[in-house]
């Protein structure tokens, strides 16, 4: 498929892409620069100016390593229902954006239930799956989803792979395409590219001021409390080690 100077294609292996070009895409900003950007934001920015700066973040879980790790471990592969469909847009034979985009057989490790939707798609006599799914494999967190380089024109680039994945979805006979955990900002502009917005919601914990996993226990009622500690001494009885990284 060809636009304008554009040309896409779909890879079936994240061994397909080269790392240091996926990464120039996912994670295109310095991390030590971005992290100094938002420890110098002053607390009186506006919340617009933390949102920019945190979203400059070197981001773990966008990068090559992290769906490498997914996909070599068989965690992410066509036999789990992951099959791999990562579109790639060049300009000029260089890569200039990436979507991380699998075709799945289920809708398991999304954390996005839609098996109602999939439900009443057979109903009325069509088949769910597969479906595109644009996502990180069993990971809930916020980020970006259209990868772009630094340095080229975002707006062009993006229109592209928002066409690409409707393009695909027809090329892999889905019966759609979802986009999960997409930042704010990339759902509007897919939005206006005719995707579907849906609007839904998370639970997220906040340290209230707990020192310790204890005082954080102790605000609980003695069933949960009970409860979690259960929970941590059936994973830790398997022989996990877990390590703290900041």
């Known amino acids: 498929m060809t636009s304008s100077e554009i040309t896409l294609e779909a890879v079936a292996d ?9 990464d ?18 002053a607390s009186s920015a506006t919340a617009g100016d933390c949102q920019a700066a945190a979203s400059s973040i070197y981001n773990p879980f966008v990068s090559h390593a992290f769906f490498a790790a997914a996909e070599a471990s068989n965690s992410a592969c066509p036999r789990t229902g992951w099959g791999p ?7 000029d034979g260089r890569i200039v954006g990436v979507v991380p985009c699998y075709l799945k057989s289920h809708s398991q490790g999304e954390y996005v239930f839609d098996r109602g939707w999939a439900e009443a798609y057979h109903r009325a006599g069509g088949s769910y799956y597969p479906k ?12 970006p989803r259209l990868l772009i380089r630094d340095g080229v024109d975002r707006e062009m680039i993006g229109s592209a792979l928002a066409r690409g994945l409707r393009a695909l979805c027809n090329a892999t006979e889905a019966s759609s395409v979802h986009v999960t955990f997409a ?5 509007k502009f897919l939005g206006a590219h ?9 639970f997220h914990w906040h340290n209230q001021g707990y020192k310790t996993f204890d005082d954080f226990l102790g605000s609980l009622n003695s069933r949960h409390r009970k409860g979690i500690k259960r929970e941590r001494r059936e994973a830790l ?6 390590h703290w990284l900041t």
């Open 183 to 187: 930042r704010e900002d990339e759902a």
């Open 14 to 22: 994240i061994g397909g892409i080269p790392a240091a070009e996926w």
């Open 237 to 242: 009885a398997a022989g996990i080690t877990i």
């Open 85 to 91: 469909r990562h579109l790639v847009a060049k300009l």
């Open 132 to 143: 595109l799914q644009v996502s990180v494999p069993f990971t809930p967190a916020t980020g």
């Open 194 to 202: 005719g995707f579907l917005q849906r609007t839904d919601q998370q």
């Open 24 to 41: 120039a895409c996912a994670n295109p900003r310095p991390d030590a620069d971005s992290i100094h950007n938002l420890d110098t934001l």
